[in-house]
């Protein structure tokens, strides 16, 4: 019995010093993970701003073997692969986040998102919907809507995409009624192709409901019925455009000029040209009153204004063609603004490109001063290329 307590009272310090031995080195050893997976982390994060992307994903990876829990990490190493265009590896890393059934709810969100984005920049149009559609209702939603509405124009699904816009303008992010407008043209447009006049012009109804003040439908309209032969209304919906978006109208002076002569208003439409053509100094504008104007001395010298105040290689050629029409010869004033007119439009071309970043300079570089590169520069002007 004295014998068993003597073994007894050693056998408590014993494993107590056992146990002190064994806690210092779990706690030494923890110490050194610790430190091994901040280092690796900040090696990345030095690397990468460095530039060199390649040996800070081999960081990262170091990183995450240290310490495969922390989530910091992964979204690093993911983000890492997108930027470098690894995007299966970036699903990859994302996908293992989600499976994780420790992730708090905010980081499975931001996984969640990160996801979406590795599967839009892949191409992956189908699951990158599914996953941007799991994150309504949380706190990447707007964005989610966002990728989703740029996600529908890209792949042409103009219906879904106008859902996605309401939605967008219904939260509050903003004004979606000129994209919406946009929408509805595109799907007016693809049911005239089709051969469905009647859903293309309430298609185009639609764009004007969504928003009243957009060119694009009364342009669209207008074609549309200028093809018809419907000239006088076709006119008549142009004539709203003109008043409302004079801007835009330069678009269509031409088309409406002949749609003028065919149904025989060329007096009205000259007079409303003139007048559009003081508020806005357009060369189509110019162009079209210049096709109704039956004056030849009128027309050069409308041509001539523009030239002068606003030298123009579009001005010039008109001045030109009215040259050879009418074999009248030009004077030395025209010569000379035509001069001036064809210098001003030469310039941009008289300048040396460097090859390698594309600095331009009208004078020949040996260094160029943007890249500081030597002999970078064609000894050829941009015109001679």
């Not at 003139?274 to 189509?284: A, G, K, R």
């Not at 050879?324 to 941009?348: C, G, N, S, W, Y």
Request: net charge negative; charged share 25%.
């Amino acid at each position: 019995m004295d014998f068993d307590l003597y073994w007894l009272l050693l056998a408590f310090p014993a494993a107590f010093l056992l146990g002190w031995v064994a806690s210092r080195m779990d706690l030494r050893q923890l110490k050194r993970e610790d430190r091994a997976s901040p280092q690796a982390y900040f090696k990345g994060l030095n690397l990468l701003l460095n530039e060199q992307q390649d040996k800070a994903i081999d960081a990262f990876i170091e990183a995450v073997q240290h310490d495969p829990d922390t989530s910091d990490l992964h979204f690093a190493l993911g983000n890492l692969f997108r930027r470098r265009g690894e995007y299966e590896r970036a699903i990859r890393v994302h996908q293992h986040l989600l499976a994780r059934a420790d992730l708090k709810r905010d980081e499975r969100e931001r996984a969640q998102h990160a996801l979406a984005q590795d599967f839009m920049k892949a191409g992956l149009f189908d699951r990158a919907e599914e996953a941007f559609k799991a994150l309504e209702g949380t706190a990447f939603s707007t964005d989610a809507r966002l990728a989703l509405l740029s996600l529908h124009e890209r792949s042409r699904n103009w219906h879904p995409a106008i859902e996605v816009a309401r939605q967008l303008e219904a939260a509050g992010t903003g004004s979606f009624s000129q994209r919406m407008a946009h929408h509805w043209c595109e799907i007016a447009g693809e049911a005239d192709s089709r051969g469905h006049p009647e859903e293309a012009e309430q298609a185009l109804q639609r764009a004007r409901e969504a928003a009243p003040q957009a060119a694009r439908p009364l342009v669209i309209q207008g074609l549309r019925l200028a093809r018809q032969g419907q000239h006088q209304k076709a006119l008549r919906v142009w004539d709203e455009l003109m008043a409302m978006q004079p801007q835009a109208f330069a678009l269509i002076a031409q088309d409406y000029a002949k749609c003028a002569q065919a149904c025989g208003e060329n007096n009205a439409a000259l007079h409303k040209l003139q007048s559009l053509y003081t508020q806005i100094q357009s060369v189509d504008v110019l162009n079209a009153f210049n096709s109704l104007q039956p004056d030849a001395a009128a027309r050069r010298q409308a041509l001539m204004a523009h030239i002068s105040a606003q030298p123009s290689l579009s001005a010039a050629q008109g001045l030109i063609r009215e040259r050879l029409a009418t074999h009248v010869p030009l004077d030395e004033p025209e010569i000379e603004r035509l001069q001036q007119a064809m210098a001003t439009a030469a310039k941009p071309l008289q300048r040396y490109r460097c090859a390698a970043c594309g600095f331009e300079s009208q004078h020949y570089f040996w260094q160029c001063p943007g890249c500081q590169g030597w002999d970078t520069y064609p000894p050829r002007r941009l015109e001679d290329q």
